[in-house]
Nanobody
Framework: QVQLVESGGGFVQAGGSLRLSCAASGRTFSSYAMGWFRQAPGKERELVAGISSGGSTYYADSVKGRFTISRDNAKNTVVLQMHSLKPEDTAVYYC????????????????????WGQGTQVTVSS
């Protein structure tokens, strides 16, 4: 069983930056693909960025060039660094993980992920 705990959400003005962190329990974190999803009111949960167990990354078109996902297997953490934030980035952000034996694949759909954090609110004002 893997537990995920997010931190780092908050309130920021448009153009600002936030850093989200996800701490994972367990001894096999390096074998997990990890993703950051977000869900705004009335909208579906969407993958914002993901990183495979081998370090390959995926970004939604809406965040390319602004967000960066990274992982530290020694610390069992995955970080989402967000820059140039826009009001449309406002949402609850969730960390998600799944055991993956495909080294370079980033799962793209929420139901592919087995473990979820509790979510952290990000609010960007205009």
């Amino acid at each position: 069983q893997v537990q995920l705990v997010e931190s780092g959400g908050g309130f920021v003005q448009a153009g600002g930056s936030l850093r989200l962190s996800c701490a994972a329990s367990g001894r096999t974190f390096s074998s997990y693909a990890m993703g950051w999803f977000r869900q705004a009111p009335g909208k579906e949960r969407e993958l914002v960025a993901g990183i495979s167990s081998g370090g390959s990354t995926y970004y939604a078109d809406s965040v390319k060039g602004r967000f960066t996902i990274s992982r530290d297997n020694a610390k069992n953490t995955v970080v989402l660094q967000m820059h140039s934030l826009k009001p449309e980035d406002t949402a609850v952000y969730y960390c998600a993980g799944v055991y993956s034996d495909t080294y370079y694949t980033v799962p793209r759909v929420f139901h592919e992920y087995a473990y979820w954090g509790q979510g952290t609110q990000v609010t960007v004002s205009s």
